[in-house]
């Protein structure tokens, strides 16, 4: 299998634009055979129209023919088209925005291979290795002179600096087909609010991933729904799991005191667990992702961080209010029960 | 303090804090329904997105740690969007949060002596 080549990038709408402008966006002053090319590689867009969540290829300038790849995108493009159908227009913004995030859950889940690194990723870790670099260098400095000045110091720690700046620039305004994208314009014509919307296939896929792309897509958009309505489906799933204890008591034994201690209890396993779960929930997502890890209100870290340590606080704490709620159904029917 | 004194006692509390739970839950899906979207609006301009109960209930309890922490909203870049934040949505967030703490710390006692008596 060949590896995808460095020049095989997309992404994926995160909100509705024309084809034109998206076009002069990128490429600026596309050429009549650019233009040509990147409506033919995007065939899949009609009416000179990009909807949310659909995908587009960015194609290099000047191409001489179609590449085998491209073809293989367009098709993948197609089949994106079809498996965003399937979505309402809620689960389509959501999904389009946190393309890479939810990419990255989908793959946790087990469903996906080698979508984790994306090109920001590994950005990310460069300039973490070049921090880790420069704090060296504090620290030598300092062991070996007792001070951090020096001529030779300020040189290290300038080049250093000068790495990190180059590094992030890069992240949004890399050198596309050889031609600077501004990052400034893309971002805005784009609609580039998060980090990691410019995918490159290469870094998503490794070597032979196109294949998988369709499947993979589909994974991402069922996790997009999941995002959605996770919250509702778990107070859905409680107050039905107590509904059914009480439909199932009462059924064995109708008019019975069983029935009638069941249905203390249950509604007050339910109330306890939906009640002290959501508290839960929102206490281990805020210790998490913003006493702990400081993330900002927007982002896709934010939405990741979230899924994992709402839930996980929602978990303890719909437990513990389940079993504080039943105690308490169950104490207040013995109550009314002994007034009458 | 006698066996009973001390279920009763309890049992009221267990009662007060799940009711407090209950309520914090009906005023985050009134807080959502009337006054989320314009808060995210507000903040995050064009980046708002609806990702469900958690990711909102989530970013109920920042909106509102921005709000009683000005120096965090400022690193968050954040400050002016905060300052537009009409007051009595400032306050529905700030008691919010105050509601969340409390009942966490009161939902954890009352488990644990609920735990601690196997009942009332």
Known sequence: MSIAPEDV?????????????????????????????FRRVNSHLVNDTILTGQMVIITPEDPMQCTIWEQEMAAAAREVDAERERLTDKERQLLAKHYAIIGNAASYSGTMYG???????????????????????????????????????????????????????????????GQDIHANRIKSQLGLSSKSIVHQWNALGGSGEIKNFSSNYRHLTNTARTFGRVGHLAIALDVG???????????????????????????????????????????????????????????????????VSGVAGGYVGSSAGSVVGEKLGSTLYSKRHVLK | MSDYFYREAVFYFSLITVALGGLEFLHTIYFQVRYQKKVDVLINGDNYIDGGWIFNASRMMMYAHYCLFPKRAERAGVEKAIHQIPVAIKWHLIVHWVAVILVCFLAAIAYLCVRSIGGF
């Open chain 1, 241 to 307: 799991s107590s509904v059914a204890a009480i439909a199932e008591a009462c059924s064995l034994e109708p008019d019975s005191e069983f029935c009638a201690r069941t249905k203390y209890e249950q509604a007050g396993r339910a109330i306890g667990s939906i009640g002290i779960g959501s508290v839960g929930g929102k206490i281990g997502a805020y210790g998490v992702c913003n006493l702990v890890f400081g993330l900002e209100s927007f982002g896709t870290s934010l939405l990741w961080c979230t899924i």
């Open chain 1, 115 to 177: 979508w984790t690194s994306t090109y920001f990723d590994q950005k990310k870790r460069h300039v973490e290795r070049i921090l880790k670099r420069i704090e060296e260098l504090y620290r030598t400095t300092y062991d070996k002179t007792g001070s951090l000045k020096g001529e030779q110091f300020f040189a290290q720690r300038r080049s250093l600096l000068l790495q990190v700046d180059t590094t992030i620039n890069g992240m949004l305004e890399r050198k596309l087909f």
């Open chain 1, 9 to 37: 990038l997309f992404f994926i709408a995160d909100h509705d634009s024309t084809l034109l402008d998206t076009l002069y966006t990128v490429y600026e002053h596309p050429s009549r055979a650019t233009e040509a090319h």
